[in-house]
Structures are given as C-alpha cells and as structure tokens.
C-alpha cells in the first residue's frame, strides 16, 4: 500500500490498516526511525493496563527489581 505526503506532511493511514490495528481518530501513535526506515506504533490507550503480565514468567519478581533500583539510587 502507498500513500502520499501533503504539503503539510501529513498522510492516510489506509483503511485496512486502521481495522486491523484498530486505530481511531483519538489513536496516539508514536514515531521513530531506525536505519532509515520509519516506525510507526499505535499506543494503546491505557499502556498500564496493556502491559499487565509482560514479564510473568520472566523470573523478575517486584522484589528484584525494587532491589535493582536501590541500588542504582545508591550508585548515584
């Protein structure tokens, strides 16, 4: 699919692309390059609540981490 920038550089987000990645008209989108090319990811609209249970099983523990970042703050 291809679209084409305006003169205000803006740009279409093709139909087909919005329903399956349910993007709506209040859909943030966050933009990045990386080796030249450019990366687009919608946000979710609550990133709290989508990222609950990223890391189950990954054997980090709240425990862990809070020791992590102590020490960190301690390193200064």
Do not use: C, F, H, Y
């Not at 099983?57 to 200064?76: F, M, Q």
Request: glycine share 8%; charged share 30%.
């Amino acid at each position: 699919m291809q679209t084409t920038v305006s003169v205000r550089g803006q740009t279409v987000i093709p139909r087909e692309i919005r329903k399956k990645l349910d993007i709506t008209p209040a859909t943030r989108l966050e933009w990045m390059v990386k080796n030249g090319v450019i990366i687009v990811l919608p946000l979710p609209p609550d990133p709290v609540r989508s990222s609950v249970g990223i890391l189950k099983g990954r054997g980090v523990s709240t425990k862990d981490l809070l020791t992590e970042r102590k020490i960190d703050r301690e390193k200064g």
